[in-house]
T-cell receptor
Framework: KQEVTQIPAALSVPEGENLVLNCSFT??????LQWFRQDPGKGLTSLLL?????REQTSGRLNASLDKSSGRSTLYIAASQPGDSATYLC?????????????FGKGTLLTVNP | GAGVSQSPSNKVTEKGKDVELRCDPI?????LYWYRQSLGQGLEFLIY????????KSGLPSDRFSAERTGGSVSTLTIQRTQQEDSAVYLC???????????FGDGTRLSIL
């Protein structure tokens, strides 16, 4: 059974700092790994998706890396802004047989202070 | 184009009542998923549909929970005889096919009094 852990659970930084959010997963046979953002009272917005054959993906100030063999992914946010404040969720997607689902970590609550 | 739409956005009901939650996926998406987000538990998978059939119902917490999908489109999650522990945000997602990225709705916030 896939289990996903995110560290830290919460993070508070001053505006402008670079930061790293960590995600680990127990079953390395993933199809892909996604990072999502969730604002209070809202659904999930997909930030980056890394296929199992890829090592990293970049979008603007965001960079996500994947090390399948060690069961780890990191989300790097450069030059953080107050608008980045949200909960960031990591999710591993496993596929096969009848099993096609995302397993989520519990998230990192990020606060960027002006 | 329209995203995943869920209704109602909020639902408050008394313990013991039945509730129905609706999900309208993105047009043309064949795969549809239901997840539940509770305080302290994070986001948990409930059920997955491919077309109108549900190959994986492993996340449904009890037989009070059921879901159906009709016409390969709209899905309804039904909770019978609601309990206070059913209070959560219920999120629906759809994808073009079962291995494509999932797109999420804003969820239904369910509160059981």
């Amino acid at each position: 059974k896939q289990e996903v852990t995110q560290i830290p659970a919460a993070l508070s930084v001053p505006e402008g700092e670079n930061l790293v959010l960590n995600c680990s997963f127990t079953d390395s046979a993933i199809y892909n790994l996604q990072w999502f953002r969730q604002d209070p009272g809202k659904g999930l917005t997909s930030l980056l998706l890394i296929q199992s054959s890829q090592r990293e993906q970049t979008s603007g100030r965001l960079n996500a890396s994947l090390d399948k063999s060690s069961g780890r992914s990191t989300l790097y946010i450069a030059a953080s802004q107050p608008g980045d404040s949200a909960t960031y969720l990591c999710a591993a997607f496993n596929s096969g047989g009848s099993n096609y689902k995302l397993t989520f970590g519990k998230g990192t609550l990020l606060t960027v202070n002006p | 184009g329209a995203g995943v739409s869920q209704s109602p956005s909020n639902k408050v009901t008394e313990k013991g009542k039945d509730v129905e939650l609706r999900c309208d996926p993105i047009s043309g998406h064949t795969a549809l998923y239901w997840y539940r987000q509770s305080l302290g538990q994070g986001l948990e998978f409930l059920i997955y549909f491919q077309g109108n059939s549900a190959p994986d119902k492993s996340g449904l917490p009890s037989d009070r929970f059921s879901a159906e999908r009709t016409g390969g489109s709209v899905s309804t999650l039904t909770i019978q005889r609601t309990q206070q522990e059913d209070s959560a945000v219920y999120l629906c997602a759809s994808s073009q096919d079962r291995v494509q990225p999932q797109h999420f709705g804003d969820g239904t916030r369910l509160s059981i009094l």
